[in-house]
């Protein structure tokens, strides 16, 4: 293994299988010592983009370097990467504890309980280094693969939906864990997911991948709160999209009309300021009310069609005059009634909160 130590860079990085092209000419740097997430729907390239990364997959053009080292041609054992699967893959057959020094063992080093000792510590599984892996359970077994590839010191850990197997709640636990220990240990991740929860739970930055490309890359509240395309706005979380038209500007606004009605989003609010556009507005952003729109805000009357209690909040979906149907997010911590269904409603919104984003011509 190289000690040399540097971003994670791919420069455009293709991979294709006969005349299917699975990634295409992806470029991105992953800087050193960060949490970064492949986020996308199933088929849409991550996992050749994570097998690429570790020298499995060859690809067809690109580079991908580790700090200043072209490691294109590197067999996988070669290149300061380890991956941990789905699939934690420990061998049946041999203590945690050696499950975990196999690396080390592999390379000759003698001396190995110590370390072995501090990585069982590290994800939290003290005292467990006696038993074989089929005493331990799922959450339990994925934290000593996690241990066996981290001793090795790699440069860059892949994770490739190492999750995915457990249930949601433990689910939850260990995506709180494996940022403590990346966070911990320094080595920059690399985890491929197609839940988006899990990757803004973890991640420093989050690649948004869409059929072999990269929709939008950045920092998971960024692309939340303003994101880049309907792609990422209906990937990552949910969004109220309206079908909109630009038709001018008012100071820092743009005045919009959506469906007959007008409305003004902050200039600064928008990734496109002409023609056909998105208005989007996030579900928990938006409120209902039967009385009076606070002053400032933007509106829209619609008929209650479902509520759905989900504990921290309330789920309402209200048809529009237009026929869309808004979903609004209602947080149960006040003491407002609920609303029933038929219910006649204003949704309001604060324009600083909605944002604008192209709309291919004919896109509805
Ligand atoms: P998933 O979340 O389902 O694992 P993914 O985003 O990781 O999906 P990939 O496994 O990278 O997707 O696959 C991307 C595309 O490339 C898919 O359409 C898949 O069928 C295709 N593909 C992957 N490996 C091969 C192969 N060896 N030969 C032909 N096509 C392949």
Redesign the pocket.
Known sequence: MTEQQGDLQLIGVTKR??A?T??DDLTLTVPRGSFFALL??????????L?MIAGLEEPTAGQVLLGDQDVTNLRPYKRPVNTVFQSYALFPHLSISDNVAFGLRRRGVKQYADQVEQMLHLVEMDGFGKRKPSQLSGGQQQRVALARALINRPQVLLLD?PLGALDLKLRRQMQVELKRIQTEVGITFVH?T?DQEEAMTMADTVAV?NA?RIEQLGAPVEMYDFPGTAFVANFLGQSNLLAAEVHGRSGDDLLVEAYGTRYTVPAARARAAEGTVWLGVRPEKLHLTTGEVPSGHQSATGLVTDSSYMGVSTQYLVRAPWGDELTVFVPNSGVAAPLSVASEVTVHWRPEHAFLLPRPAGET
């Open positions: 299988f006969g299917f699975a990634v996308g729907a199933s088929g849409c390239g991550k996992t050749t983009t097998r939906e491929v197609h991948m072999g």
